[in-house]
């Protein structure tokens, strides 16, 4: 029989005044000069006169006439966006959401239930949503397992390459437009920077693989190299038709240019294989070659445990939401749509104006609506073969990604599109 | 072009799917329902009464000591012993009865099959969990005891799908 | 170090077929061994040239525990539960050719409405372990829907199995003289509404599975087993009728009633692994027709034979056959006059598909060996025995 040790509340109670003093003593001795000695150095920002502290700060808010001029400055910097709205909280929250919505859409098209337990007695409306708090339950899971690094790998490689899958995902929800005025990044060859960014994944798969020193993330490892490398091509070669008929590369202009009609309508082939390949770029099914094979174990994540396998993760469902969001962007009309949203208001301040939110709102639906898309397909499909995978990729995709710029190019001709803006 | 009418086929009945109730049966919550009041034997005719096959009962006052439930079992799974036990029975003269360890029993029912006395029936309880080996052995009076199970839920079919319900 | 090594390699060097030096450069041993994500309990020795099999070696045996010779230290209604453990997925199918025997050993004739609900409890045994089949093939071909569905729908079935003999999976029914116990009265009635929702739910799996052209793609001419060679090689079951030999049992030397119902022998004339993964889905549309003729034409009566205690025949031999879902099992008892039998012979279907495994394997490419080797309808506990 196994010994438990016995609860004992005192020392429940010991523990915690134990953690309070090495907080308190941390934080008086520590944290605290710290502060004050940057605040020493840094110049104080002078508003309407005043030279504003902390202090002056916590209280100018509670006054609504100089608070919400303040918020309203914060949300136009660039930490506020890269951080918060287009940015990094947006596209996590976004992923948080992707994950329950998979598990529990795959679980109801599968006659089963899917998250059920967590989260059920928390709130009175948590019953029929059962186990919406799964997703917290997991990655305190994860956080508390031991990363094992295996013998002979390459360690600095073995721990970077989560931590470079993060970067590029992040990377690339900085570049989506959500709305007319936000994006983090508004630069004019947006669509490159999109593919050059995509390009990091390939290669840190293999590195990720090859520094696992072990065969079964190696021939997962070379699969991945094999699929992502071969679905770039017809990527990006089925976004070229939009280029064309948009006449610039910034996601921003494409936007604008989709004015009376949106391209789906113009380019359907174009969707239809941008929306394959990117499927095979994310490794889902069908394409989970490298992932998750009766012959290979997980593929190149085998070897990945705790934490990292949860970067791991938390990079493919933010690459999803960048890639469904590329697909509103390039022919679903972005953030274009009929008004139903109205402003968001304090205090007669304009945070976000009627255009913008309606432009969210749209723009959240639209993606969801192709997320949920991808999360069928997934349901619906067994696994790809490797040869018929790269017999489609290099054949098939890159012939019809030609046949639609070829299309693109005979519309704007005959004049039924003009060159937008 | 087949291709294509394949998988929008698949498609259409994946979508379908998405409108057909759960079939789950979450169990602490839901338990099932069995019909019949578990499976017993009757000796004079020489067949048995359809019911669930979990957990024994013995009554008391028809076990005679007789072994045959122990003898039947000892070639399929060697999980009934007789013990003695300590209250004076006028039709048990030898003061023996089963003990089962449902730690070897695989609950198929042929010791039942072998009573000629109607002294040893088995019911719906399957819920024997224990913490130890020993306490999975059942002595006769815990076997005597009759089990508390309700179970309610079963299978109901309708045109949204089958599902569990009461 | 060295001499764990050395150990190691005079270990793996007994073990027939893997050796690792000595060999063509260039031509790779795998083991697809008894623990795997892609295999059941049976290790597969796979020799890989690129990325063609060059050779394939079954090893059975690893589950081997001794199942004839048990039977020798039981008697005859002490084997049931005994016998129906290498096939617990199928337990009414493997235990039906040994109550026919024995029948046919003591001499006793079976009661009519026991003969009606056997075939219906094989019938609904026989979809069981297809289902069970199909959700794992759909498992090895990444399809995971297509393993939630037929666990889904089994369970009608298991729910029925349950109504009738008492417990979920080890059923332990048949006895030599009939079957354990009656069925309850609301039995008919829940079968009919069951295995008809039963039907309704298999058509889906034709739009989603069988109709998928990426399942397609990976089985479709892959693994083509021609006629003569099936013949010659032995196979049986659906694996037979895919290649287009038109041999079923329950038509060639009905048992029981299947003599008095009404259904169709399945073939098709492709031999591949679509055919084979096919053929199985055929046949349970005319298992539930089977099902639903004898709920209507089962008669009234009793439904076991009171046998002593310790039954025994007289100095005999005796061979039986069925058709179970996998194809044709086959029991060989030998009685002394004892109540225990002398030997008894189980001939499995499983079996006697690995020669066609390893011709099949041959030539194919490594990427096809899951669907190939789970077409074959092998499983390995009853396989090994």
């Known amino acids: 029989m196994a010994t438990v040790s016995e609860f004992r509340f005192s020392e429940f109670v010991k523990s915690i005044l134990w953690l309070l003093f090495w907080v308190t003593l941390v934080v008086s001795l520590i944290v605290l000069p710290i502060i004050f000695i940057v605040l020493f150095y840094v110049p104080e920002p002078i508003i309407d006169g005043q030279r504003i502290n902390p202090y002056l700060l916590l209280t100018m808010l509670t006054n609504p006439q100089i608070g919400a001029p303040l918020i309203k400055a914060t949300m136009e910097t660039t930490f506020f966006k890269v951080v918060v709205l287009p940015g990094f909280t947006f596209a996590a929250l976004f992923a948080t959401v992707l994950i329950y919505a998979e598990r529990k859409i795959l679980a109801k098209m599968q006659l089963r239930v899917g998250p059920y337990h967590a989260g059920r007695e928390a709130f009175w409306w948590a019953n029929s949503l059962g186990g919406f708090l799964q997703l917290i339950a997991d990655l305190l899971k994860l956080l508390g397992k031991e990363i094992i690094v295996p013998k002979g790998a390459d360690k600095p490689i073995f721990l970077a390459a989560p931590v470079v899958l993060i970067i590029a995902s992040a990377g690339l929800v900085a570049l989506i437009p959500i709305a007319p005025n936000w994006v983090v990044a508004d630069i004019d060859v947006g669509l490159l ?51 064309i008929l948009a006449g610039t590369l910034s996601l921003t202009g494409i936007v604008e240019a989709q004015n009376p009609y949106w391209f789906i309508v113009l380019l359907p082939i174009g969707a239809v294989i941008f929306f394959i390949t990117a499927l095979a770029e994310l490794e889902r099914i069908p394409f989970d070659l490298p992932e998750a094979e009766s012959e290979i174990v997980a593929g190149w994540l085998t070897e990945y445990s705790g934490m990292t396998y949860g970067l791991i993760q938390l990079a493919n469902y933010i690459k999803m939401y960048v890639l469904s969001a590329l697909f509103v962007t390039l022919f679903l009309g972005g953030w274009s749509g009929p008004q139903i949203a109205s402003s968001l208001e304090i205090f007669n301040v304009t945070l976000i104006t009627a255009e913008e939110a309606n432009g969210m709102t749209w723009f959240v639906i639209k993606t969801l609506g192709i997320a949920i898309l991808m999360i069928i397909i997934r349901g619906i499909n067994p696994r790809i073969k490797i040869d018929l995978l790269l017999k489609t990729a290099w054949g098939k995709l890159i012939a019809v990604a030609f046949i639609n710029v070829f299309i693109a190019v005979a519309l704007l001709y005959l004049g039924v599109v003009t060159v937008g803006a | 072009m087949g291709s294509i009418s394949g998988m929008l086929r698949a498609l ?71 013990v003695k036990i300590d209250k004076q029975y006028k039709q048990n003269k030898k003061g023996i009865m089963p003990q089962i360890d449902y730690g070897k029993c695989v609950f198929c029912g042929l010791c039942v099959d072998a009573c000629p006395f109607y002294a040893l029936f088995m019911t719906d309880d399957y819920e024997l969990a224990a913490y130890t080996k020993e306490h999975l052995i059942y002595t006769p009076d815990q076997l005597a005891v009759k089990p508390k199970y309700v179970g309610t839920y079963e299978i109901k079919i309708d045109e949204l799908g089958a599902y569990h319900d009461e | 170090m060295q001499q764990e090594d050395k150990a190691l390699k005079d270990r793996v060097r007994e073990i027939p077929g893997l050796q690792m030096e000595g060999e063509d450069r260039g031509i790779l041993t795998l083991s697809v061994g008894p623990q795997h994500p892609g295999s059941g309990h049976f290790r597969l020795i796979i020799k890989v040239d690129g990325d063609i099999i060059a050779e394939a070696l079954p090893d059975p045996g690893y589950v081997h525990r001794g199942e004839e010779k048990m039977c020798e230290y039981r008697n005859y209604i002490q084997n049931i539960p005994h016998l129906e453990r290498p096939m617990i997925a ?102 009919t509404k069951h295995v008809k929702y039963f039907r309704s739910r298999l058509k889906e799996y034709e739009s989603i ?177």
Not at chain 3, 166 to 177: D, L, N
């Open chain 2, 12 to 82: 259409a009945s994946g979508s379908k799917h998405l409108a057909i109730r759960r079939f789950t049966l979450r169990y602490p919550e839901q338990k099932l329902k069995f019909v019949g009041d578990g499976y017993q034997f009757d000796p004079k005719e020489g067949v048995g009464i359809a019911g669930y096959r979990g957990r024994h009962i013995l009554y008391h006052d028809k076990c005679t000591g007789c072994q045959l439930c122990s003898i039947a079992c000892e070639g399929i799974a060697e999980a009934i012993t007789m």
């Open chain 3, 90 to 191: 199928d337990s009414c199918g493997i235990l039906y050719p040994y109550v026919l025997a024995v029948e046919e050993l003591l001499g006793i004739q079976v009661p009519e409405r026991a003969k009606y609900i056997r075939v219906i409890m094989a019938e609904i045994n026989r979809c069981i372990f297809e289902l069970y089949w199909l959700a794992i093939y759909g498992i090895f071909l990444g399809h995971s829907t297509m393993f939630m569905w037929p666990m889904a729908d089994r369970e009608l079935l298991i729910d029925l199995a349950e109504m009738a003999s008492g417990a979920r999976v080890t059923h332990a029914y048949f006895v030599p003289g009939g079957v354990r116990n009656d069925i309850p009265d609301i039995f008919v009635e829940k079968a």
């Open chain 1, 193 to 243: 920077a999109v593919f050059a960014l995509l390009g990091f994944f390939p290669l840190t798969a293999l590195l990720a693989s090859y520094a696992s020193n072990s065969k079964y993330p190696f021939i997962g490892g070379l699969r991945a190299l094999y699929q992502l490398i071969s679905y770039e091509i017809p990527l990006i070669l089925s976004v070229l038709g939009v280029v």
């Open chain 3, 209 to 385: 599975f069988y109709a998928n052209p990426l399942f397609q793609a990976r089985t479709v001419n892959v693994g083509v087993l021609r006629r003569e060679d099936a013949i010659n090689l032995g196979a049986t079951g659906p694996v037979l009728r895919a290649s287009g030999v038109e041999h079923d049992i329950r038509k060639a030397e009905p048992y029981d009633v299947y003599d008095e119902m009404d259904f169709k022998v399945i073939t098709m004339k492709e031999g591949d692994s679509y055919a084979r993964a096919y053929v199985p889905w055929l046949e349970m549309y005319e298992s539930v027709e089977i099902i639903l003729q004898a709920l209507e034409k089962i008669p009234n009566g009793p439904v076991r034979i009171k046998l002593g205690p310790n039954p025994k025949g007289g100095v005999a031999e005796v061979f039986k056959r069925v058709e179970a879902a996998r194809g044709e099992l086959a029991y060989y008892i030998v009685s002394d006059g004892n109540p225990k039998p002398y030997r008894v012979k189980l001939s499995v279907p499983s079996f006697r598909e690995l020669p066609v495994m390893a011709h099949l394997l041959k030539g194919a490419k490594l990427a096809d060996m899951p669907s190939i080797y789970w077409s074959m309808n092998y499983w390995p506990v009853e396989a090994d025995r």
